[in-house]
């Protein structure tokens, strides 16, 4: 599934609210609405939730 880029949101694979950086190596591309699902949650706490959701990844 290809997403629009402005629909793309960059998003911190540890969040800054636990202590994840600016820099590039913490730094990914969501869609809007997964980068909300995750919220100020781990990347891996997103893709079990998807998985507890039956949505594949």
């Known amino acids: 599934m ?3 880029f402005r ?3 960059i998003d911190h694979k540890v969040p800054q609210a636990k202590g994840g950086q600016d820099n ?4 990914q591309l969501l869609c809007g609405a997964c980068n909300s699902a995750k919220g100020t949650g781990m990347q891996e706490e ?3 939730k998807f998985k507890r959701e039956g949505i594949r990844t």
């Open 24 to 27: 590039h190596d913490n730094l």
């Open 2 to 4: 290809a997403f629009p």
């Open 7 to 9: 629909n793309l949101t």
């Open 46 to 48: 997103l893709m079990a």
